[in-house]
T-cell receptor, first 113, second 113 residues
Framework: EAQVTQNPRYLITVTGKKLTVTCSQN?????MSWYRQDPGLGLRQIYY???????DKGDVPEGYKVSRKEKRNFPLILESPSPNQTSLYFC????????????FGSGTRLTVV | DQQVKQNSPSLSVQEGRISILNCDYT??????FLWYKKYPAEGPTFLIS?????DKNEDGRFTVFLNKSAKHLSLHIVPSQPGDSAVYFC????????????FGKGTHLIIQP
């Protein structure tokens, strides 16, 4: 089944404790991206990657890192999480150009206390 | 500054009637528009899209209309069904979408029996 898999689905952590949210896709998509969804703000892009070893900042990259060492994986790293990073995170992938439409993962609910 | 606006947080429609979801944008460089549907505890799923060179695109019960001069698009669902109850996000991209999608805040559509 073609899908984008995120782990974990739920995570509660403490301020400052480094964490990684994994994202993997099995569709051989070149384009991958991370979004966060907050009440009243919709979906905002954090980082994106057009291909292996190519990453770029989205609209809200502060406090996040990403890497794209393999085509299928695009982990999101929070080196020192803070409470304002409490959010619902979505990974998405697309075959090449965005205009094909993203396939989204099921989301990761992160709470930073 | 919000470039994609969905001014109705929620919309209630009777089953069998037409649902019309609206979206406005401010960035005249946007050249591709997409609608996503999201159920609770799931990632958004791609619904329908339209290029700026068109003013209408139809797919089954779903039709998207684009009015470039007014910077306005709308999604029509006819007839509305209970399974259409979800949050609908309008999104836009420019130049092939390499920089990702800009999303609106979403409209919660409720289909009443």
């Amino acid at each position: 089944e073609a899908q984008v898999t995120q782990n974990p689905r739920y995570l509660i952590t403490v301020t400052g404790k480094k964490l990684t949210v994994t994202c993997s896709q099995n569709m051989n998509h070149e384009y991958m991206s991370w979004y966060r969804q907050d009440p009243g703000l919709g979906l905002r892009q954090i980082y994106y990657s057009m291909n292996v070893e190519v990453t770029d900042k989205g609209d809200v990259p502060e406090g996040y890192k990403v890497s794209r060492k393999e085509k299928r994986n695009f982990p999101l790293i929070l080196e020192s999480p803070s409470p304002n990073q409490t959010s619902l995170y979505f990974c998405a992938s697309s075959f090449r150009a965005i205009n094909y439409g993203y396939t989204f993962g099921s989301g990761t609910r992160l709470t930073v206390v | 500054d919000q470039q994609v606006k969905q001014n109705s947080p929620s919309l209630s429609v009777q089953e069998g009637r037409i649902s019309i979801l609206n979206c406005d944008y401010t960035n005249s460089m946007f050249d591709y528009f997409l609608w996503y549907k999201k159920y609770p505890a799931e990632g958004p799923t791609f619904l329908i899209s339209i290029s700026s060179i068109k003013d209408k695109n139809e797919d089954g019960r779903f039709t998207v209309f684009l009015n470039k001069s007014a910077k306005h698009l709308s999604l029509h669902i006819v007839p509305s069904q209970p399974g259409d109850s979800a949050v609908y996000f309008c999104a836009a991209s420019e130049g092939g979408g390499a920089d990702g999608l800009t999303f609106g805040k979403g409209t919660h559509l409720i289909i009443q029996p």
